[in-house]
């Protein structure tokens, strides 16, 4: 049977370096299917979070040979197996051990956006009407797996580290899946202004790209949410009648 | 002495799936503290594979639907050993709990007129499946989630639970640790729902995560609660088969809904040729009728690909066993044969069944939009579960509930597709209104040190031997006994066979040791899991040898027909006052008049 090397990441917050790991391989084996190998028979104690195993959880995110995937959802034939396959943590979040990264910051995030907030029900049985094509555009968004590749590519919390400004592509993706759902009376606008940073993102794609639901994040939710920013509070007429009313 | 961080709550919930957060959310509406506990992180419980929907009786698309056509379909779904009250309650608020998720932000797909759609799933007479393409789960986990943030519950992820603690006969709390730093943590709690899903990972071919170790049905039996039914395990008729390592991954019944044909390699629709005496009535007797049925034809009966799950499952074993299977043993599921019949085909499938075409294309190169798919049975479900009061939801043990799927009595013999995703929601609320309940009404239970002691010392034990056996070697022997000896279809001899092999394994598992330290440590977290496993694999065995008869899910080789004996009798288990694990026959509980007259109506 064929094998193959994995550079894999082994240590913790303190620090780490990388074991290679020389690993039989079958047809159609993923990442994680080499990664659960080494550990049932090499490294027992190997950390690595996972759970569906067929891309719908986003648990088992990874930089594999440099770029952020789902282990599960990587195959070992679209690898050169020739050279080692690097496999790390994704380098945006504190490392807890191994390949597993405390993404609790992310959790936190979500908690501080407005929730969902409903207009009163007002079809005759008590509930809504809506149209599928207005519910197609925030489906797309609700698609997020939460995977967090996403944050883990964006240079402003990878590079800048500006984590207390800025929500990053996945909290875009979720307040865009909000402002933009049919029902919806909220008002974020001013919350993204000010303390989420969305005037941070200056729509490098990077997020679109690696996102493995395909969500076009910069274009669909992102763009679109600064263009409503910007009409709400840069719009000279609407920015005169706010000083007359004596909000900023 | 064990060092431990002490939590209190009034409602300790055990599990954050679709069940655990709706108990959560309606326990904390009531008022009491709420904590809850999982293993993994928020949002990525098993609710999250979910594809088809969530059965509910909205007749939105076919109004001829109401909650007693789905009692009825549920009940003949399940054989009649359902508990007949729980169906009832679950039919009759299946779309109140489904009405709450849209107002808690959920987008489901929808009719023209801009309601709720619902498509077609084996064994519900009309289109009853609420539903958001193939990611019906994603949507109801992460609006369950986002709403309950803003409920002021306690979240502990990655945390697992040990062991239940009791004072005197009542629940008192629970004991475990957090996976990232293996600290361990003490619960004290008045109620504590169990929510910890099923035990797939009991076999080796399965549609379930790392989680379904069998956890809340272990910790309940290991209380002195009752199991019931554990000898039904839902094979899900279409899991992947090819390539390897993708063996068992699901593939959503919502491609036979929308279409999908089951074919032989000789291209034969084999499941026209064995259609069961009690649905012959209402499955269609040629290709034709079964397609309309899909396109939404109200005069049409629908296809025999729409039967239950444990009959859809044994067809294709039959066929492969025959020699009749496709080229890795399962056979054809095909559904780009709709292009004979609509323009745009390709576009349709991939609007419909997105996840599954981009699971087939990444994982297996194959295009389901022009070819056709090769699937098996993989274990998916367990009907079996705790005993529970079907109102309350509360085990034989004070103050212990049970909701979702570690619980028994809503599916009887064998489950419909759409069912759990409701149950999740019906009786995940119900434990939570009844858990808060009993919170209310009783003052905090004390917690005995003793026993939390003796849990932290058993938990660290495997990093102080020596024997040279890991935990996974253990894990791997037990799934493939349980899969060749205990699988879909059982006999006497290899059940016994099953029966003298768990105690040797009990004995390995005692003697199993773990290398590194306790955080976050794969080896040792599955060396804890095991003993979870060992449980339910018992119990499953135990109750699998006692019925001898064939019955929904279970189907015994050995007595191939269903025995009237059996019609109205459960499996129970307990664990004797010797630790042994008890088996016992007792009888189902009446179906109250009102309820047979509706079951023989809908007939």
Redesign the interface.
């Known amino acids: 049977m064929a094998t193959a090397t994995f550079r894999v990441w082994r240590g913790d917050a303190q620090g780490g370096k990388f074991q290679d790991f020389v690993t039989e391989v079958a047809p159609g084996m993923v990442v994680l299917d080499a990664i659960h190998e080494i550990q049932a028979r090499q490294a027992n104690d190997l950390a690595v979070r996972w759970n569906c195993k067929a891309g719908k959880c986003g648990s088992c995110s990874a930089e594999i040979n440099g770029m952020p995937k789902l282990m599960c959802m990587t195959r070992l034939s679209q690898l050169p197996l020739e050279k080692p396959v690097t496999v790390e943590p994704m380098r945006s979040f504190p490392l807890i051990k191994d390949l597993v990264t405390d993404v609790s910051w992310n959790f936190r995030v979500k908690e501080q956006i407005k929730p969902f907030r409903p207009r009163k029900p007002d079809a005759p049985d008590g509930t809504w009407r809506m149209d599928q094509k207005d519910v197609d555009r925030v489906q797309e968004f609700r698609k997020c797996i939460e995977c967090f590749l996403c944050q883990d590519v964006c240079h402003v919390l990878r590079n800048h580290h500006l984590h207390d400004q800025f929500i990053g592509p996945r909290f875009f993706v979720y307040t865009a899946a909000l402002e933009m759902h049919p029902l919806d009376m909220e008002d974020r606008l001013k919350d993204l202004r000010k303390t989420q940073g969305i005037g941070f993102c200056n729509i490098t794609k990077c997020c679109t790209k690696v996102c493995p639901e395909s969500i076009h994040i910069t274009d669909n939710a992102i763009i679109p949410l600064k263009e409503r920013v910007v009409d709400q509070f840069y719009d000279p007429l609407k920015k005169l009648f706010r000083v007359f009313q004596g909000d900023q | 002495m064990a060092e431990y961080e002490t939590h209190q709550y009034d409602v300790l919930v055990i599990g954050a799936g679709g069940a655990g957060l709706r108990a959560a959310i309606e326990a904390s509406a009531a008022g009491v503290s709420v904590g809850v506990v999982t293993k ?7 609710t ?2 979910a594809e088809g929907g969530i059965a509910a009786a909205l007749a939105n698309v076919d109004d001829r639907d109401n909650w007693k056509v789905h009692f009825a379909d549920t009940m003949r779904g399940g054989q009649y050993l359902n508990n007949p009250r729980m169906a009832q309650l679950h039919a009759q608020e299946a779309p109140a709990r489904v ?1 709450e998720l ?4 959920a ?4 009719t023209r ?3 709720i759609l619902q498509r077609n799933f084996g064994g519900h007479k009309y289109p009853r499946l609420a539903h ?2 193939d ?1 019906t ?3 109801m986990i ?1 609006t369950l989630q ?2 309950g ?2 409920q002021g519950i306690d979240v502990h ?1 990655e945390c697992t639970i040990l062991t239940l603690l009791k004072d005197g006969d009542r629940i008192a709390g629970a004991f475990g640790y957090d996976r ?1 730093r293996g600290r361990f943590k003490l619960f004290q709690a008045k109620a504590v729902v169990l929510a910890t899903g099923g035990i797939g990972r009991a076999y080796r071919i399965t549609s379930n ?3 379904y170790t069998g956890d809340g049905l272990a910790l309940a039996y290991h209380a002195g609660a009752t199991l019931m039914d554990m000898e039904f395990v839902q094979f899900h008729p279409t899991g992947m088969v ?5 063996r068992g ?2 593939v959503t019944e919502g491609v036979r809904g929308e279409g999908g044909i089951l074919l032989n390699k000789d291209k034969r629709r084999f499941m026209f040729d064995d259609i069961p005496p009690l649905y012959k009535d209402q499955t269609a007797d040629n290709p034709e009728e079964g397609w309309r049925y899909t396109q939404g034809d109200k005069n049409a009966r629908r296809p025999p690909e729409l039967l239950t799950r444990d009959h859809v499952a044994r067809c294709i074993v039959r066929e492969v066993r025959e020699g009749r299977g496709s080229p890795h043993g399962g056979v054809f599921l095909d559904i780009s044969w709709i292009r004979e019949k609509l323009p745009n085909a390709a576009e349709h499938i991939k609007k419909k069944l997105p ?1 599954m075409y ?2 087939f294309k ?3 190169d194959i295009d389901i939009t022009q070819e056709p798919m090769e699937v098996g049975p993989t274990v998916h479900y367990v009907m079996g579960g705790v005993r529970v009061d079907a109102d309350t939801q509360m085990s034989d043990v004070p103050g212990l509930f049970a909701a979702g799927e570690c619980a028994a009595g809503l599916h009887g013999a064998n489950r419909l597709g759409g069912n759990s995703l409701s149950d999740l929601l019906v009786f995940g609320k119900r434990a939570g209104e009844y858990a808060a309940c009993f919170a209310k009404e009783h003052s905090a239970a004390s917690v005995n040190p003793d026993e939390v002691e003796a849990a932290a010392r058993q938990a660290l034990e495997p990093f102080g031997r020596d024997s040279g056996e ?3 070697q253990v894990q ?1 022997d037990l799934q493939n006994m349980m899969q060749d000896w205990v699988g879909i279809v059982r006999r006497e001899e290899e059940l016994e066979k099953a029966l003298r092999q768990i105690p040797i394994l009990w004995e390995r598992w005692r003697k199993v040791s ?4 306790r ?6 977290h ?1 060396a804890l899991d095991l003993r979870n496993l060992l449980t339910v694999s018992e119990a499953i065995t135990r109750a699998a040898l006692e019925r001898k008869e064939s019955r929904g899910a279970h189907f015994r080789d050995d007595y191939p027909a269903k025995d009237e004996s059996f019609a109205k009798v459960h499996m129970t288990i307990r664990k004797g006052p010797d630790g042994e694990m008890r088996v016992s026959r007792e009888a189902a509980p009446e179906i109250p008049a009102d309820l047979q007259q509706i079951i023989e109506e809908m007939k």
């Open positions: 993994s992180l928020l949002g990525k419980a098993h999250v594979m009405r849209e107002a808690w932000g987008l489901f797909d929808r007129d801009g309601r958001v393409g990611r789960g994603l949507e992460r986002d709403h943030i803003h992820m990232e995560s790392w989680e090819w390539p390897p390592s993708v991954i699901l996840s981009h699971q990444q994982l297996a890991g935990p996974f791997q773990v290398s590194g330290n955080e976050y440590n794969p080896g040792w599955t």
